[in-house]
């Protein structure tokens, strides 16, 4: 017999999501894959993790993660519990939550693949800008903002992201520099 949870047919995006333009979320959505090649103890896949926490549903529970609480477990590999244990990175040699995981995300992204990094800053900065729960929104803009300067880069505003991924050809066109065809 089914599970509960799987029984009637809807999106495995929480609903907030589903208000936001579609470009925004294909934004989201690009960057629920990790990066090929790494390891599974490395600091990025905790960050993946929060990240699919951050706008999917938890599929053995069906419900949405919108509080900042990455060590809520029972959801799996996937968006599951945030604290890894092994691999040496923690500040006791083997257990980090996120907020290290990203300070040695920060110190490793020589090591990632440069495409992977930049779906991960974008997918940043929409749940920085547009995420419901106000402690999540900024644990995701501070996120956006750091890799951004990371690359010696400017942030882009609210304004500017909405009109470049608002689904409108224009906004988006004039955002391109080289335009797909």
């Known amino acids: 017999m089914p599970s509960p949870v799987n029984v009637a047919k809807r999106s495995v995006l929480q609903d907030w999501v589903h208000e936001l333009p579609f470009m925004q979320q294909a934004v989201l959505m690009t960057a ?10 490395h600091p990025v896949k905790v960050l993946c993790r929060w990240l699919r926490r951050s706008f999917l549903l938890c599929a053995f529970h069906g419900r949405a993660h919108l509080d900042f609480d990455p060590d809520d477990g029972g959801c799996g590999s996937f968006t599951g519990c945030l604290q890894v244990e092994g691999g040496g990175y923690g500040p006791d040699g083997g257990v980090y939550g996120v907020d290290n995981a990203f300070d040695l995300y920060l110190r490793s992204v020589d090591e990632l693949p440069h495409h992977f990094q ?16 106000p402690d999540v929104r900024e644990w995701w803009s501070f996120t956006y903002r750091s890799i951004v300067s990371d690359a010696h880069l400017s942030p882009e505003s609210e304004a500017a992201m909405d009109a470049r991924l ?15 065809r």
Do not use: N, T
Request: net charge negative.
């Open 118 to 133: 930049l779906h991960f800053m974008h997918a940043a900065e929409v749940l920085g800008y547009k995420h419901p729960a």
């Open 166 to 180: 608002g689904d409108d050809a224009q906004g988006w066109r004039a955002a391109e520099s080289v335009v797909a």
């Open 32 to 41: 629920v894959r990790g990066p090929d090649g790494i390891r599974k103890d």
